[in-house]
């Protein structure tokens, strides 16, 4: 997603890889012959916003068809049902995104770009480097993102300061996803661009996993418990109604994918519990 950031933040740039990665070559190839424009310090903040507009559209999209397709609602699991107020709470939610990413992720991305002088490897990683990084980075950027969530929510100050946007919907939507104070934004981004840099990604490896981090985020918002979700197929995993209870009762289940800490650490929370 940042490729700028990407290379910035990512010491691998410029390193060979041992082994050439046969299957995802040619894409790498792809991107190298369009780093002059990959590289602009605009490109990324332009391409992550229309990403995360487009990543919803499928669930908005949901959300129009079920008022007229009632089979839909048994998925359903938070929303209003008032249409003119639907509209109303996604264009404010459009125009805070918009609005963070003007005075906060461009200039980020812009800054960053211009501290640093971005290099692309020549060869793209294998494809058991690129998962085994993109797992990795899952699971750190899970962690990081655990306690930072807990700190918000037991420090006063920063939960008025940095996390109170974001709470302030009880009933989810998928643009909430990144619908948060520009200060949580911009932390967030932190800890998912240190998580890669710690795990020392290929920048493709690290380009698949902005793009999943943000689809996850966006499935956790989507206010649906679909047959298809991630965490029916994997056990381990939080997703909607997990995510869900949390703005519903302002406390607990703080991980954003997965459940472990928040069992290891007593926070986890269901429908039955108090
Ligand atoms: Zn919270
Ligand atoms: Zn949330």
Redesign the pocket.
């Known amino acids: 997603m940042y490729f700028s950031l990407i290379c910035v933040m990512n010491n691998t740039c410029g390193l060979s890889y041992q082994r050439h990665g046969i299957l995802l070559q040619p894409v790498w190839d792809y991107f190298l012959r369009r780093q002059e424009l990959l590289l602009s310090p605009y490109l990324p903040a332009g391409l992550a916003f229309l990403s995360h507009l487009l990543l919803c559209a499928p669930f908005l999209a949901l959300d129009v068809v079920g008022r007229h397709c009632l089979a839909l609602n048994r998925y359903k699991i938070s929303g209003n049902s008032e249409t003119a107020v639907c509209m109303r709470l996604w264009f404010n939610s459009i125009i805070r995104i918009f609005w963070n990413y003007v005075i906060c992720v461009l200039p980020a991305t812009a800054l960053l770009h211009r501290l640093r002088n971005p290099e692309m490897p020549a060869l793209a990683p294998t494809c058991g480097q690129a998962l085994w990084q993109i797992a990795s980075c899952l699971f750190l950027f899970d962690a990081l993102f655990y306690f930072w969530h807990v700190a918000m929510h037991r420090i006063p100050w920063l939960y008025r300061r940095v996390h109170q946007v974001?709470?302030q919907n009880p009933d989810?939507f998928a643009l909430?996803?990144q619908d948060?104070s520009a200060a949580e934004l911009l932390s967030l981004q932190t800890l998912a661009l240190s998580s890669a840099a710690l795990v020392g990604c290929h920048p493709l490896s690290e380009v698949v996993f902005h793009l999943l981090n943000m689809w996850l985020?966006v499935e956790?918002?989507c206010g649906y418990d679909l047959p298809w979700a991630l965490h029916r197929i994997l056990p381990f995993f939080g997703g909607s109604p997990f995510?869900q209870l949390?703005?519903r009762r302002f406390r607990g289940n703080y991980a954003?994918y997965f459940k472990h800490w928040d069992l290891l650490f007593d926070t986890y929370l269901t429908e039955e519990s108090s």
């Open positions: 974001h709470h989810v909430m996803a948060a985020a956790d918002h995510h949390h703005h954003p």
